[in-house]
């Protein structure tokens, strides 16, 4: 089977104690938004990039309807797979120009 004979003693073991093998509770605190609440953070992150982290926190609302700080959506943010954007304001030469410029007007 590939797996440890201790991983498989100390599943018995649990299994025998409290009839079920799935995880218990963990410690630290709790999480104070939902997957999908996450997702649509990072989604709102990405469709605007210019929105500061504690504008952006003002908007969002927890799993017991209390803002989200900005410090937790910047850590979040930060900590998300998919995101390789810092939370600042790209630097000014990076920025794409505002479309009049763009046009030529």
Known sequence: MNVNRTTIFR????LHETYMLSDG???????CTTQRRDRNLVRNHMNNRFLSASASS?????I???RISSHS????????????SPIHRPHPDLASPP??????L
């Open 25 to 31: 509770p963990r410690s630290g605190r709790p999480r």
């Open 73 to 84: 959506k910047k850590t979040f943010i930060c900590l998300w797979p998919t995101c390789s």
């Open 11 to 14: 599943l018995r073991q649990r």
């Open 64 to 66: 017991s309807n209390l």
């Open 58 to 62: 003002r908007q969002t609302r927890g």
């Open 99 to 104: 479309p009049t410029y763009a046009l030529g």
